[in-house]
T-cell receptor, first 116, second 111 residues
Framework: DTGVSQDPRHKITKRGQNVTFRCDPISEHNRLYWYRQTLGQGPEFLTYFQNEAQLEKSRLLSDRFSAERPKGSFSTLEIQRTEQGDSAMYLC??????????????FGSGTRLTVV | RKEVEQDPGPFNVPEGATVAFNCTYSNSASQSFFWYRQDCRKEPKLLMSVYSSGNEDGRFTAQLNRASQYISLLIRDSKLSDSATYLCAVNMGPNDYKLSFGAGTTVTVRA
């Protein structure tokens, strides 16, 4: 296990279509995060999981967005009825946080979404 | 006020120079602080954590000023390979496991 894997690397879709992205975290990590990043901005938090439980969702995550992490392993992020404003880099990250303390994230390479 | 703010730069410095920049955060309860490096069209990579007493990793020094709610990053003896965007990341409280990121500070090191 060499890191966080995301698939696909690039996705071009027509407005109104649904898309799904996959993230495979580092196997020892118990937390998994989804972020979105647009040009010139830092990553914006979307949602995160501790094991299989989705613990927090951002207000940015409209009802067109849904994320799952079945069995606490890989995660999927689905965007329904895509809009041009959804075009961004979608980053997945994982971390290991035993109790208190935070050791930072490891990010995947991201999925670059272009909605045309 | 944004949760995390950074001077966007760009900081354009010659090789060998020292460059330093700050990141301010809004929540006094924040406890975890990090600097990430991001190359163009790549994912952010953890550069270093920031500890209360300040810490150093080779040419990089990070400091935390809780009273004024900012962290800083100093790069000594800049290399061409240090050219990147530097993102600061902060959690918003002791039980907050998500990180809030600044928009990044761009550093360009010229020959």
């Amino acid at each position: 296990d060499t890191g966080v894997s995301q698939d696909p690397r690039h996705k071009i879709t027509k407005r109104g279509q649904n898309v799904t992205f996959r993230c495979d975290p580092i196997s020892e990590h118990n937390r998994l995060y989804w972020y979105r990043q647009t040009l010139g901005q830092g990553p914006e938090f979307l949602t995160y999981f501790q094991n299989e439980a989705q613990l927090e969702k951002s207000r940015l995550l409209s009802d067109r967005f849904s994320a799952e992490r079945p069995k606490g392993s890989f995660s999927t992020l689905e965007i329904q009825r895509t809009e041009q404003g959804d075009s961004a880099m979608y980053l997945c990250a994982s971390s290991f946080s035993p109790g208190q303390g935070h050791y930072g994230y490891t990010f995947g390479s991201g999925t670059r979404l272009t909605v045309v | 006020r944004k949760e995390v703010e950074q001077d966007p730069g760009p900081f354009n410095v010659p090789e060998g120079a020292t460059v330093a920049f700050n990141c301010t955060y809004s929540n006094s309860a924040s406890q975890s602080f990090f600097w990430y490096r991001q190359d163009c069209r790549k994912e952010p990579k953890l550069l270093m954590s920031v500890y209360s007493s300040g810490n150093e990793d080779g040419r990089f020094t990070a400091q935390l000023n809780r009273a004024s709610q900012y962290i800083s990053l100093l790069i000594r003896d800049s290399k061409l390979s240090d050219s990147a965007t530097y993102l600061c990341a902060v959690n918003m409280g002791p039980n907050d496991y998500k990180l809030s990121f600044g928009a990044g500070t761009t550093v360009t090191v010229r020959a």
